[in-house]
Structure formats: structure tokens, C-alpha cells
């Protein structure tokens, strides 16, 4: 009898074992469902929620609303990401991938002068960087071309590895991209 | 004789070498909600998921344990982790992956204003091996072996390290001192001896029970810079499927230390827990963080 015990507590185990990876992975693809609606995402059919490479260029008008109005944790905030008024191409670095030692040109073309705000931020979602920028003062708003390199942050050592920045003018994101830093 | 222990394992922290910080780890993320929850708080999970903070944490695999992690930061950035870990007459094994995706990173030349040459995705990867034996009923050792992997577009890099931890009881107090990346020579390889270091992390932590509370406390030191982190626990007693916890947690940005509040909450029926945990983040747009974390201990 005590080995019946034995065997039928074995396979139980196993039957338990079967169901717990069939829980995970549910689990898991849940919770890439509850990832993919959660608070932060805009619900409004928005563009900026399509990356087009690692430019973006603005073609509509719409009103992204970043957070559930509904969610206790939410605050309320709207983005308006106006058409393409101001932004003029895609903005990349070149060269990309790069060294930061070695630098890199953020480039891009306006359609009127503008005061507008860089910031750069790691794959922790950290702020590295931000600084406004008077396009009549770096060349002209049809040839913008900021350079980074390590003097741009500090000479701090930064990780290899993927950097997010964002083209922010009068409080709104007119474009958005993304580099990578090779080893040093 | 235990305090002698418990003191070895602080001045393990103390003598901690100081390193450039270079290879991006992934793991400072997070691995668990729960334990972004309670302020990046290392070492007490309750599953296979502490071995990546504290392999010592793995005594508390009772038979079999599994669990899944999942978050992404400003809709680009994917992190995924998955542990499991089994107990045997020898001990504790366990096997985590952890990995970071970004997709559609545009390739270009020095060329200025020119039209990218293609696209390119990133991917960052940790696989750790986890061993943890309990020397006795109050005090438990743990140790991991990494592998890192990280690669996009003609870069690739990999190298390996060892992580160390223990785990001790005071009481009814209980200490966690971990080292990860202890091989000082050990480093990433790029080729043509391109390479980054794997930084040194040392955590020392307590948790303190008190009725239905449980109080954390930790001290991280990441190269020169200490980070502090306080956690709270509270499970009623009248319906102990819930948890909920908070956290304060200091963190470094470009040498510069920043603090962030966060926040969580724990269901666990039978044995399996779900786990989810907010805290705001720097992003212009995206503000909020979640975390989302299951696990099954049995």
C-alpha cells in the first residue's frame, strides 16, 4: 500500500509538473497581452505607436492619449503630435552604429527655424541627455546636424548597447529614434 | 559564531573592487515584480527567480519552481525572463534566461541627411546556472554561473562570470549578502580585443517580520556609488492570498544617484503567485513603468 502511495504521489507530480509549464507559458503570453494594453500605451489609432524604422516622420493629425483614464494609477496627459508642420525628414544618426568616442551626427531637416529639445535616454528608460537647440544658431533649420559624442555626456562611460532620443518642439514630440553604441 | 558569519558576509561588500561601468547588465532591470516592488530589493523571492539577485534565495524551492517575468519600457524595449528550479538530495538547481530585445534599429553611414542602408535588431542575453546548499538550518550558500551573450548588427559579444550569495538567519531575522560578476578578469569579448567589463554588484539586505508586515532594507553597491533601498510587505492575516508591498529605491544615472517610489501587489492561490509592480519612469512619454511576474512554488 505504501508503494501505491509512492507511485500515485509520483504521478502526480509529473501531471502537476505538465500543468505548471502549460500555466507558465499561458501565463507568459498573457502577460505580454497585459503589457501590450497597459496604462502607458496610447489608445488612439496613433502613429507614433508605429515605429518606422528608426525614423519617424509625422503624416496625421491625432491626439495620443498616453494613459487610461480609467486607471487609478494614471495620471491624465494628452501628446498632440501635429502634422508634419515642422519636421521635415527622418531624423538618424550617422553613423549608426557607432563609437562614442569616434561620435556621431544627429541629422535632420525642419521646414521653418524652431527652438526645439533633444533628449536621449538608455534601455533602463534613464534620461542621459537633454538640451534645447536654436536651429538659426547650428546651420539652419533645412541642414540640422548635432553632433554626439563622449563630451555630450559628460565623458561618462556608456554601456554598448541600443539609446533612444526624442525631437520635442513647444512640448510635443515631433520625431523619435533610435542608435546604437559600439564597444570602446 | 553566527554574527562572525553574518559579519564575513559584510565585509565581502567591503571589499568590493571597483570598476569603469561598461557592459550593460540587464538583470538591473529587474527579474521579478515583486522584487521591483519592493524597491529592487535581492534575495527574497519565493521562487526560482531569486537566483538571478541571490542564488542563496533558492532554499526556498520547496520541490519544483517556476517562474516567468515580463516587461517593456517606452513600447521599444522588450525584457522577458524565465527561471526554474528543482530541489534534490544535493541541493538546489536552477536555470534562468534572461534576455532584452529592440527591432528595427536603422543602419547608416557618415553620410549625413542620406537614406539608412538597412535595419538591424539588438539582443541581449544572460543564461545563469544556479546552485544553492543549505550548510545548515539558519544559514544557506548559493552560487551562479553566467553566460552573456549581446548582439546587433556585425557586433557580437560573450562572456561568463560567477555570482556568489548567502543567506542567514537571526532569529527570526534574516540577511542577504550577494556578489554577482565576482571574476574581476572576466569581461565580454567583442574580437580584435574589443571587449567591456562585467561590473561587480554586492547587495547586502534584511528582511524583519513584524505580525503581518515584513520590512526590507538594503544596501547595493554598484562600482563606486551606493544605492540604498527600503521595501514593506503586507499580507493580512484574515486573507493571506494578498499581498501588497511598496519600495523606495535609489539608482544611478550617469554617476548621478535618482530615487524613484514603487509600488506592487501579490495574489497567490495554491501555489501559484501573480505579481504586478508599477513605478514612474524619466521618458517624456511614457512615464509609467509595469511589471508583470508568475510564478509556481511546490
Known sequence: MYMSYRLLNFFQNIVAFIV?????????????????????????????????????????????????????????????????????????????????????????????????????????????????????????????????????????????GIYFFLIIHEGKVIGRGKFALRPE | MRLIILGICLLSLLTTRLFSNDYFLIEDIGT????????????????SSTMFSNPAGLYR?????????STTFIDQIEYRNITMGARTPMGVWA????????F?????SSVVHSEPLGYFDYKSSVVKLGYQYSVKSWLHLGANLSYFTQSFSDVYGQGTNLDIGAIAFYHRIEFSAALRNILTFSDVQYGEGVKEDLPLRGSLGVRVPIYDFDLYAQYHQKQSIALMSAGIEYRPSFFNYLTVFS???????????SNNLTFGVGLRLLN????????????????????????VNF
Do not use: C
Not at chain 1, 105 to 130: N, Q, S, T, V, W
Not at chain 2, 272 to 295: C, I, L, M, Q
Open chain 2, 61 to 69: 524551492v520547496k520541490n519544483i519552481s517556476m517562474s516567468v517575468f
Open chain 1, 20 to 160: 505548471l509549464i502549460l500555466l507558465s507559458f499561458s501565463a507568459y503570453s498573457f502577460s505580454l497581452e497585459i503589457v501590450e494594453i497597459d496604462f502607458t500605451r496610447s489608445t488612439a489609432p496613433n502613429v507614433l505607436n508605429e515605429w518606422d524604422g528608426a525614423g519617424m516622420f509625422i503624416n496625421s493629425i491625432n491626439y495620443g492619449r498616453m494613459f487610461d483614464l480609467n486607471s487609478p494609477l494614471s495620471s491624465i496627459s494628452e501628446t498632440q503630435v501635429e502634422s508634419n508642420t515642422i519636421l521635415a525628414s527622418r531624423p538618424y544618426f550617422y553613423p549608426n552604429p557607432f563609437r562614442l568616442s569616434d561620435g556621431s551626427i544627429l541629422g535632420f531637416r525642419l521646414f521653418e527655424p524652431a527652438i526645439f529639445e533633444i533628449r536621449i535616454y538608455d534601455m533602463r528608460a534613464h534620461e542621459l541627455f537633454k538640451e534645447s537647440f536654436d536651429s538659426s544658431l547650428i546651420g539652419g533649420h533645412e541642414n540640422i546636424q548635432i553632433r554626439f559624442d563622449s563630451s555630450s555626456f559628460h565623458y561618462a562611460k556608456l554601456s554598448s
Open chain 2, 32 to 47: 521579478s515584480a515583486k522584487q521591483v516592488g519592493l524597491g529592487m530589493i535581492d534575495g527574497f523571492d519565493d521562487s
Open chain 2, 95 to 102: 536555470l534562468g534566461y534572461q534576455e532584452a530585445s529592440v
Open chain 2, 104 to 108: 528595427d534599429i536603422a543602419q547608416t
Open chain 2, 247 to 257: 519600495g523606495y529605491r535609489q539608482y544611478e544615472v550617469l554617476s548621478k544617484v
Open chain 2, 272 to 295: 501559484v503567485g501573480f505579481s504586478y509592480a508599477y513605478e514612474r519612469s524619466d521618458h517624456f512619454e511614457f512615464d509609467h513603468k509595469n511589471y508583470f511576474s508568475v510564478d
